[in-house]
């Protein structure tokens, strides 16, 4: 039900809908409360009760058989004759999180089977080469004498780099998830794909690393260790799984993840990893799925974002612990650098939209030497279509061509927006919520001026204004360490896994105050089960706090265990808040 009463944000709040009979149904299923019941019958879709325990307890039985991919065996019996004959091997991946754990792992594999192997990498430079599987790279592993070049997260769309390998007598293995509906994939390739036409694989969802693990888990097939290699193997896929935000609404990379954040917590790892888990300020026992997508994806993504990928490579193949420490700075370097390009722009961009009303498209663009710079468009445009609800261009300008990233909202479909204007378009491609684009500088205006009218037509006004949602009610009274971790059972969270907002109702907060370095954090205290107060923290929402002491409030929250110093304690993460009614 949605209510038209507003928060203090300006938001609408709608509960998810969810049968009455399935909820009761799962909880005498499981023995879950009737609020985590509840969460457990709007996240898993199937009807069988057996598996909403497989959906509680992921385990390594949960991958599937690699061979039920299409074209697994033509990829194995690729792999292994060119072992057998030694060719050389060249792993090409994006620059991206997703596609530097793909190489690592394919990497890896490759010389688990036979450490004679003569395997290198390449990772395209997001400034030089651009996304992709380039004709330049095709071409390059032809004069290096290349036999067989296995790409990763790129590779189904680049038919052009495909011919030119093949016209030059390498044959192409493609790992990817990348392909639009109807699209088609190169024919001259052996490609792994799962949304690919023809394929009956039970998990579409896979991330072009989980693609990769599917690939080594094949090649390893009856070798001794294959089991503890996987095992191991699943670190880097839980990592690339979370940061590539595909769905953990399977029971496949749900097991992926949840192994995968398991060894990770072991603490046995080689010194590239420890190296990064340091850098990244985690420790062992406490990494979770949040450490994942914001502390360790950030990381490995800003070499590609402001420097070069190879770095990443470099770190986590590195097993001498002084190199490692050395490697891992260097990154910690780029990624505050990162982080300040980024700050930069989201401020800027803010406010260029804090004067007159905000379009139904946004699209804002500079100079790359003014600060623009094409490495974090993306993220930039994520952070303010989150504030402002509506789809999101940021365009770095590079001389006559400039390159755009749209981040969009529900019922704005981003690659259909870009399908309106393609005629303005040098290229573009993505998905339904983030895409990019190339376009003539000189064409910038006419594109704002068609992207705000296709989506003024789009979509009604009235749905510009953004809507909240929530799981379940909960009374103040049920705010314990007991529902906490009936929640934390049903991660991990993420995509297709939405981490479960609650409707705290008719709760007074006191002890307001705002803190941070930048004055960006709003905490309070409300009352939880036997009276004890539950700390609730609201990012960026400084400016609201003399509003939440005017009488009692809504809270939309998560629940969860903040650990800090080595203490634990309760949390509501705040979504929003609005005056009780």
């Known amino acids: 039900m949605e209510t038209d009463h507003r928060s203090l944000t300006g938001a609408r709040w709608a509960e998810t809908p969810v049968s009455e009979g399935?909820?009761?149904?799962?909880?005498?299923?499981?023995?879950?409360?009737?609020?985590?019941?509840?969460?457990?019958?709007?996240?898993?879709?199937g009807e069988e009760l057996p598996e909403a325990d497989r959906w509680i307890t992921p385990e390594l039985g949960h991958l599937h058989d690699p061979f039920a991919m299409l074209h697994m065996d033509a990829a194995v019996d690729r792999l292994r004759s060119a072992l057998r004959r030694r060719e050389k091997i060249r792993v090409v991946t994006d620059y991206d999180v997703d596609g530097t754990t793909s190489s690592l792992i394919l990497q890896a594999a490759l010389k688990i089977v036979d450490p004679l192997?003569?395997?290198?990498?390449?990772?395209?430079?997001?400034?030089?080469?651009?996304?992709?599987?380039?004709?330049?790279?095709?071409?390059?592993?032809?004069?290096?004498?290349?036999?067989?070049?296995?790409?990763?997260?790129?590779?189904?769309?680049?038919?052009?780099?495909?011919?030119?390998?093949?016209?030059?007598?390498?044959?192409?293995?493609?790992?990817?998830?990348?392909?639009?509906?109807?699209?088609?994939?190169?024919?001259?390739?052996?490609v792994l794909c799962p949304p690919q036409r023809g394929d009956g694989y039970p998990n579409r969802s896979l991330a072009a690393c989980g693609v990769s693990l599917k690939l080594a888990q094949a090649l390893l097939d009856r070798h001794p260790k294959r089991d503890a290699v996987i095992q191991s193997m699943l670190k880097l896929a839980a990592v690339g799984t979370v940061a590539d935000m595909v769905s953990l609404g399977t029971l496949e990379n749900?097991?992926?993840?949840?192994?995968?954040?398991?060894?990770?917590?072991?603490?046995?790892?080689?010194?590239?990893?420890?190296?990064?888990?340091?850098?990244?300020?985690?420790?062992?026992?406490?990494?979770?799925?949040?450490?994942?997508?914001?502390?360790?994806?950030?990381?490995?993504?800003?070499?590609?974002?402001?420097?070069?990928a190879n770095l990443v490579v470099e770190l986590l193949s590195c097993r001498d612990p002084k190199r490692a420490h050395e490697l891992a700075q260097q990154l910690e370097t780029l990624n505050t650098e990162r982080r300040d390009l980024q700050k930069r722009?989201?401020?800027?961009?803010?406010?260029?939209?804090?004067?007159?009303?905000?379009?139904?498209?946004?699209?804002?663009?500079?100079?790359?030497?003014?600060?623009?710079?094409?490495?974090?468009v993306g993220i930039v445009a994520s952070r303010v279509k989150d504030e402002v609800e509506r789809p999101v261009a940021i365009v770095s300008i590079q001389g006559e061509l400039a390159v755009g990233s749209m981040r969009s909202i529900p019922g704005v479909h981003a690659v259909a927006a870009l399908d309106s204007v393609s005629?303005?378009?040098?290229?573009?491609?993505?998905?339904?919520?983030?895409?990019g684009f190339t376009v003539r500088t000189a064409d910038l205006g006419q594109l704002q001026e068609r992207l705000v009218a296709h989506v003024a037509t789009t979509l009604p006004e009235a749905d510009l204004v953004p809507v909240r949602r929530f799981d379940v009610v909960v009374p103040r009274e049920r705010l314990g360490r007991e529902l906490s971790d009936e929640l934390a059972r049903l991660g991990p969270y993420g995509m297709g896994n939405p981490s479960p907002n609650l409707l705290v109702p008719g709760v007074t907060a006191f002890g307001v105050q705002v803190r941070g370095a930048e004055g960006r954090l709003l905490k309070f205290l409300v009352p939880g089960a036997q009276d004890r107060?539950?700390?609730?923290?609201w990012w960026d929402r400084a400016p609201l706090a003399e509003q939440l002491q005017e009488g009692p409030v809504d809270v939309l929250a998560g629940l969860g265990i903040h650990t800090w110093n080595g203490n634990q304690r309760l949390q509501l993460s705040v979504v929003d808040v609005r005056k009780a009614a």
């Open 117 to 190: 192997v003569d395997v290198s990498y390449h990772i395209p430079s997001r400034f030089d080469e651009g996304y992709g599987f380039s004709v330049r790279a095709a071409k390059q592993a032809a004069e290096d004498g290349i036999g067989l070049v296995v790409t990763a997260d790129i590779g189904v769309r680049d038919h052009a780099a495909v011919a030119e390998a093949r016209s030059s007598g390498l044959d192409v293995l493609i790992c990817d998830h990348h392909l639009p509906a109807g699209a088609s994939v190169p024919d001259d390739a052996t």
């Open 345 to 376: 722009l989201v401020a800027h961009a803010l406010e260029a939209l804090s004067v007159g009303e905000v379009p139904p498209f946004v699209l804002l663009s500079g100079k790359e030497e003014e600060g623009w710079h094409r490495g974090v």
């Open 423 to 435: 005629d303005l378009l040098v290229k573009y491609g993505g998905h339904p919520a983030a895409a």
């Open 22 to 45: 399935r909820v009761q149904r799962i909880a005498d299923r499981t023995g879950l409360s009737d609020p985590a019941a509840r969460v457990l019958a709007q996240r898993w879709d």
């Open 254 to 308: 749900r097991a992926i993840v949840t192994l995968g954040l398991r060894e990770l917590n072991q603490g046995r790892h080689h010194p590239g990893l420890a190296a990064l888990l340091e850098a990244s300020r985690l420790v062992p026992g406490q990494i979770d799925e949040t450490s994942l997508g914001y502390r360790i994806g950030p990381r490995i993504n800003a070499a590609g974002r402001v420097a070069e």
């Open 533 to 537: 107060a539950i700390e609730a923290v």
